[in-house]
C-alpha cells in the first residue's frame, strides 16, 4: 500500500534505505532545504502503511512565459517498492500539482535523464514524455570537453517534456528531439 | 574572536591571560565608549578562572544596556564561560529598552542560531511591535506577523513541556490574533492558521476554513490535515463523502485515504456502498489491500480469501512482504495460501531443475521464505530452514548473470534469512563462525556487489573480527555522506578509536556537524521564514535540534578525545573537545526534560538501527542481536552520559560545579545502565576508586587471546588509554585527590605499565601467533564447507575460501600495524 505525504526536513533522517542505492543522489543538507523552501508542496514522499519513506520526488518550477515549467530533479524509489508504478505515481502527482491554475499553472514538465538509462526512458514515454533535445557532455566530467561530433550515450542527456494542459498548441515539445544537440551551458530558464 | 583588535585576540589565543587583561583595560581607557571592551574584560577574567569577577562585570555592563550586537554575543559567551544565568536573557533585556527592529532581527538571529524556540517566539512578537512604528510595508508587517503566529504554534507543539498551562491555552489564541486580519492566499499561511485554530480547539471553524481552501486548490499538506479534522470530530459522513470524492471523481489511489474511507463508512452504516466502491475501482495494491481491511470492520469479508487474493496477484512483486505483514500477524497460519500458490506457480519444477527461473520465481520464493518465517519465527531454530534457503538460492541464482549494472539480486535475502538462523542456532557468536559467515556473505556480494544490507552485514561481522581496515572498505563503497554520516556510521565509529589510530571518518563527521549543519541549517531557517514556507518550519527547527543534539556527535566527541589521547594531542582536548564536552553535559542538566514526540531539551538519538534489521523479515531478532551486541556492542545513552563525566573529572578540574560530576559518574556506573565492555568497565572502576577514596585498585581483567575478535586490540588500546588519563589526572590534578589518591594511581600506573611493556614485548610474535589461528581456522572452515551437510550446501569452492582467507589474513596484518602503534 502507498500512501503520498508531504517531505518535512526530518524526513531526511529517513531516507537509508532509499539513498544507499548506488543510483540516488545523497545531496548537501541545504540542497533538500532549499526545495522546502521555494517549493513546499513539490518535495513529497511516498509511504508504507508502516510509515515507512518508500520513494520521493524532488521537483521545483522555474522558467518564464511559455517556459514556464515544473522541473523533476530527482525521482527515486526503495528497492522493495519497484516496478509497482510507484515512480509513476509520483511523476503523475506533480502533474496534477502543477497543472492547476493555482498554485503553479505550468506549461509542460521536463526532467534529464541519461541517455542509456532505457529502463527510465521507456518509463518517461509511457508517461507521455517526449525528447525534446539532447543536453551534450550533461553528466560528463569536470575535465571532459563535450562535442556534438563525438555523442556519449553514458554522458549526454535528454531533456524530456511532457506537455500540460496550459500548453494547448503543444509548443513545448517537437519532433526529432533526439537530434537536436545542445551544450549544458545552453540549458537554462 | 573579534572585530576590534586582532593583538587581543592573539593573545587570548595563547593563554596569556594576565597579559591580555593589560591590554584590554588600556583599551577601556582609550574607549571608555565602547562597551565591547567591557565585554572583552569580563570574558578574559572568565577564561583566567576569576569567575566572580567576570559576572559582576559583565552584569555591570548589562546593566548599562549596551546595544552592539557583537558585544552582547560576548556577553551570552562570558555567562556560559561562567556556567551563570543572568535573570533576563541578554537580547531580550537589551531588546526591551531598545526596540529597534534592527536589534530585534539580530535577537531573532541568534535565537535560531541556538534552536531556542521560545527565544523564537519572543523576537517574533517583540518584531510584530516594532514594525509598525520602523516605516515598514504592508507586504512586510503580514510577514512578520505571520513569523510571530507560526512562532507560538512552534512553541506549542515543540515545546509544550516547558510552557505554563495558562501559556498553552494563550499562545494558539495570541497566534490568531495575529493574523486574523491578514488575507492569507497560499497553503503554508492557512497551514499555520489551521494549526492554531486546532491548538485553541476551534475544530469546526478549522474545518471550514481548510474545506473552503481545498475547494480553490488541491494541497496535499491541507488536505491530510482536513481528513484528519475530520476524523478527529467524528465527522464520518462528511468524511466518507470526501474520501470518496478523492478516490473516485479525483483518482487520487492513497492508502491513507482508503483506510479513512472504509473507517468512514463503518462508523457511517455505509459499507456496502464502500464495498462496492472498492469492487469496482482498478485493481491497484491499494484496492486489493482495502478488501483485506474490510476484514477489520466486518466478519463477512474473509481475510484469507484476501490474503490468498494478494499474494496471488502481488506474489511476484517484491512490496508484497511489506504490504501483508500489515495485516499477517506473527503466529498467523498462512502456510496452506503459501502451498496453493507455491504449487500454482510451479515451484516444484523449477526446484528439480526441469525449468529455469524467472525474475518472478526469485521474488515469489523470497516472498513465500519471508511470510513463513516471520507467521512461524520458530523456523529460525531449525537446520532444516538453513538448507531450504540454500536450495532456493541455488535454485535461482542463474539470474545472477543476467544482472544489469546497478541492478539488485532479491535472492541475496535467502542469504540473509540463513546468516540470522545460523546465528540463532550457534551456543554463542564466536570467530569460526563469524569466518563462515563472512565467507557465505563475501561470496553473495562477488555478483550482487550493489545491495547495502550484506555490505551493512558484513562491516558488522569484520568488525567483531577486528577487521577494521575491511569494514572500513567497505563503508566507503557505500558513498556515505552528509546527513547519513549522523544516522549510519556509527557501524565503524563505534569504539573505532580502540582499534585503529585513524581518525579520518571522525573527523570528517566533526566536519558535517561543526561545519556543514552549523552555517547551513540556521541559515535555511531563515530562508524558510522569509520564503513563508510555514508549514515547513517545524520541521526545520526539529531538523536542527536532533542535528545539534545529537547522539552521534556527541560519541563522536568522544571518540576524538580517546584517539587525541593516544597521540598526546592535549590542545586538541583543552580547546576543542573539552568545551564541547562541558557544553553536552549542561545541555542535559538544563534540559527541562520533554515529552516523548518532543525533541527539544534531549539528547537526540538518530541512529539509523532499523535499516541493517530491514532484511529478512523486516524486524530485529532479539535473540541474534543479543549475540551481535556481546562483542563491541553498541553506545547508548547511560555509556555516553558516563564516558562525558569520565573525560569531564579528568579535564575540568576547574568547573565550578566539579563535584557534581563525581556524584554524577558514580551514580551511573553503578547503575549499570552503560553497554560497557569489561575493559571499559574496569577503567572506569579505577576513577570510581579515586573518588571514593579507595586504595586498592581492581584487578585488571585477563586479556584476550585472540586477535581476530575485537576485544583484543580494544582491551590494548583501553589499557593504554586508561594509563594516560592516570598519568594526566597524576601531572595535572593529582594532588587535589589526596596521598591516597595519588597512590591508587600510582599503583594503577605501575600495573599498566607492566602490562604494556609485556603485550609490547610480545606484539613481535603477533603476526606469526595470528597467521597460526588462522590457518587452524581455514582448515576447519574449508571442511565445514566440503563436508558439513549445511556447509556443503553453500556450493563455496575452495578457491573462495582462500581468497577469503588470504584478505582476512591480510586485514588482520592491518590490524596488527595498529595496535604496534600503541
Redesign the interface.
Known sequence: ??????V??????????I?????TE?????FY??Y???W??LF?KST???NTITGYMLAKTEGKSRDWHSHISAVTID??????GLAS?LCKALE??TE?E??YHAYFVDLFVKCNNKTAITLYEKLGYSVFRRVVGYYGGPNDIPSKKKLIDNEDAFDMRKPLKRDVKRKSVRENGRKQLVFPEDVYF | MTKYDKLIDDIIASKNFTHALSVVTDKIKQYPNTSYFYALEAQVLALSGEINKAIDKANDLLARFPSDVTTLKLLIDVYELCDYTPKEDVFEKVSKKYPTFQLIQEWLDHAIQNFDILGMQKATMSLTKSVSSSGQSDENIKIIKLWAAASFMLACNCCKSQLKPIQVKLYPQLGLKMIEHLSLSSAPEVYVQSKLLELSGKDEENLEKLGNFLKKENDLELKILYFNGLEKAKKYDVLYETTKHYLVDMNEDDWDTWKLFLESASHSGKLEDAISVVKSYAVTRNSQLALLELSKYSEEYPKDEYVANYISKYGHKLCLFPDLSIFVKSGDDITKILEVEYETRDIPKLLSGTRKPTEADVIFLVNYLKLKAYTDQSLFKSPEFITTCCTFYNATKPLLNKLVEFEYFPGFEFIILTIQSMITQAPALDELLIIKLIIILENTLEKNKFEFHLKLWLISLYSKLNLFSKSSALFDSLKIKSIQLDTISYPITNRSSTVTSNVSKLEEISKFFNFNVKNEVPQMIQNCLHSLALNKLQGFVEFQIRLETSFTKISNVLELCNAARLTNHKTAIDDRLKPTLRKYYKFWHSAPGSTDEEVYGKINDNRDLTTFWDCGIHTKLEDVDAKLNSINPLFNLSYLKLMVLRELIIYDIHYPNYEDYKKEFIELYESSDASLTSIERWSLSAIVQLIKGETKADQIPEAPSNLLNFNFSHYYFTVVNTNKQIQYILSNHGATWGISGVKLLKSISAQLNRLIKSFREESLELNVASKHILSEYKVKVSDWFVNDPIGSSFKITAKQVNTSFDSIEDANYKSIVELRKI
Open positions: 500500500m502507498t500512501s503520498i505525504k508531504p518535512q526536513a526530518t524526513d531526511l533522517f529517513e531516507t537509508n534505505p539513498n544507499l542505492d548506488p543510483l545523497n545531496f548537501y543538507i541545504y532545504l532549499q522546502l523552501t521555494d513546499p508542496s513529497y508504507s502503511a508502516r528497492p522493495n517498492y519497484r516496478r509497482i505515481w496534477s500539482y492547476p493555482k498554485p
